[in-house]
């Protein structure tokens, strides 16, 4: 079996050549180990390898059930992927609902980088319709966490810079 975290690790060197030669097969040998013992950084790390092609033959089903593995694990990127996936029907019939259903997820479970991923999306029609209400309620959120970013977004739309039908 061995040592979970330090099997995804390799998987990252030699997918991204660090400390030693690029070599997509050692990566996807590590990841599958890794994945064997339920690591969500390998099943992000594959989910991402098969739906850009790297190292392997672009598959997004393949790829659809490791975001899912991963996201059913709690991690929010894998969320975020299954939401482009559904948005831009990648490998899927594109499905927006689904999609908000998967972004809503990622902010619930992400941490203030992705929840601003999230609200940016909103607020600039990127990978789902836009709403700039939606944008607005979300950055309300995150800027009650102290994040300087998203008080700025909020003051934005209170002065009417932004618009939301507050």
């Avoid at 059913?72 to 259903?101: P, Q, S, T």
């Amino acid at each position: 079996m061995g040592y979970v975290h330090a099997q995804a690790q390799l998987g990252i060197l030699y997918e991204c050549g660090t400390g030693t030669k690029k070599d997509y097969n050692r990566a996807l040998e590590w990841y599958l180990k890794a994945v064997n013992q339920e690591s969500p950084d390998a099943m992000y790390r594959l989910g991402k390898m098969y739906s850009s092609g790297k190292g392997v033959s672009q598959d997004y089903k393949k790829a659809i059930d490791y975001y899912t593995m991963c996201a059913e694990k709690g991690n929010a990127w894998a969320c975020l992927e299954l939401g482009e996936i559904n948005y831009y029907g990648l490998g899927v019939k594109n499905n927006a609902e689904e999609a908000n259903n998967w972004y809503t997820k990622a902010f619930e479970k992400g941490n203030n980088r992705i929840k601003i991923t999230i609200a940016e999306k909103y607020e600039n029609g990127d990978g789902i319709a836009q709403d700039e209400n939606k944008a607005y309620e979300l950055y309300k959120i995150i800027a009650e966490s102290g994040n300087t970013y998203a008080q700025n977004k909020v003051e934005m739309y209170d002065l009417g810079i932004r618009k939301a039908s507050n």
